[in-house]
């Protein structure tokens, strides 16, 4: 019998009844059929203990997190740095699910689950919370406050059509400077003065956009993308020149890469981490390599390590 039998699923209490419950259900059945056994933690807390115990006995597999990015990231700064994790994408835009290449199949998770294999990557660190893929500041991160101001229940995509056109109709698009250690430094010597501001882990953003396309998530490195000016006008053009690729030949965008950064402003300024609010300005950024072990199949890891 394997001793690493034991597997932790982090449910986000909003999955506890319709289609999302019976995934989770299905997914108990299936990793029982692999000789596993599963308990399903609504409570971040009890995640926390439990994870730590079986941790220190040698019997925790894997957690999951069952849910979208939002519950990923907290589950990850639940749970003791190392613990396996995997994700049952339940979620809206299930970002890192599709980077990993990993499907709502219960079926499927549990072949992964009981196979083993896993992979480390970066995460970072903004105001104290942890994300895996992006910190936005600015605009988008001003919808994302407005949106879940106004939640109700689970979100949606068409959730987001009135926190855009509110965010279109008040966001004043204030300056924000980046203060930002260059490579080999620890020092923030180095500024950029923008409207926009995207702090990019993994090269995943809602609606398949791709700010830095050749981010990694394995080089110690966050991708620090920034564009210049304020306004409606230039928030569409700067999103064309994303679409199609473009935006990188602009010249009011601005990329570089580092190991930490500060955000600031004058004014109030939301900022979102992986989709969820994260507070406001200033915020303080850094990347913790090779904070996340993530349990993928035996190709994804392949594929990913020959890219390296």
Known sequence: MNERDQVLIAANPRAGTGSRRGLIEHLERELRECGLTATVEINSDALATRSLQLASEGRLRAVVAAGGDGTFRLVADRVPVGT???????????LLARYLEMSSDPARLARVIAAG?????????????LFSLMAGCGFDADVV???HEGRTGNIHHLSYAKPILDSIRNYDYPELRIHYAPTGSEELAEQITARWVFVVNLPRYAGGLQFAPHASGSDGLLDVCTFREGSLWHGLRYLSGVVFGQHEEMQDFVHVQTRRLRIE????????????????LPVEIAIEAGRLTLMVSA????????QQ
């Open 299 to 306: 190709e994804w890891a392949e594929k990913h390590h020959s």
């Open 145 to 147: 406050r407005r949106l």
């Open 265 to 280: 402003s004058d004014a109030r300024v939301p900022y979102q981490l992986d989709g969820d609010p994260g507070g406001e």
């Open 117 to 129: 294999c896993t992979v480390t990557l970066d995460a970072g660190r903004a105001g104290g919370q």
């Open 84 to 94: 396996p994790l995997a994700i049952l994408p339940l979620g809206t835009e299930n």
